[in-house]
């Protein structure tokens, strides 16, 4: 029987239609946010308090990144037993925010460059019998895993 698909991280992003992180847009100013923002902008030029649900840019260019060899703290989700992984901090094409992921399976910080296009995937943290439970990650654009 196949694992039922579940977000690790609820509401943050979608694979239906495509990997997208899922962020909002200040109505008043048009500022994006993720994770989510929903009470008051944070631009402090912006008085806005109403905010719509917008998928974000399924790619970016790498803007930074590093091997985690330490458990991250809360809202990122790891494997148990911890097991060390690169982190990708990808500048999103649209909005122009920086966005932390990890890597996806198969990539390591030897396939990564500072500047190269990074694509979204949503790919499997970790899983128990009936269940398997995706988060985003970044990839390489257009390569395939060595
Ligand atoms: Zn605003």
């Known amino acids: 029987m196949a694992k039922i698909r ?3 991280v609820e ?3 979608t694979w239906e239609g495509g990997a997208a992180l899922i962020g909002t847009r200040c109505r008043n100013c048009n500022t994006f946010f993720f994770p989510k923002e929903s009470h008051f ?7 806005g308090t109403t905010f719509e649900e917008v998928p974000l840019s399924s790619n970016g260019i790498l803007w930074s990144y590093t091997n985690n060899c330490y458990a991250p703290p809360p809202p990122y989700v790891v494997e148990d037993p911890f097991r060390p992984y690169a982190l990708a901090a990808v500048e999103l094409g649209r909005e122009k925010m920086v966005v932390l992921g990890q890597v996806a399976r198969g990539f390591s910080t030897a396939d990564l460059q500072v500047g190269m296009p990074m694509d979204l995937v949503v790919e499997p943290l970790f899983e128990d019998e ?3 439970y995706v988060v985003w990650k970044w990839k390489p654009a257009g390569r395939a895993a060595s």
Do not use: L
């Open 11 to 13: 509401g943050w992003f």
């Open 6 to 8: 579940k977000a690790a």
């Open 41 to 47: 902008c944070r631009n402090p030029a912006c008085q």
């Open 130 to 132: 009936q269940t398997e």
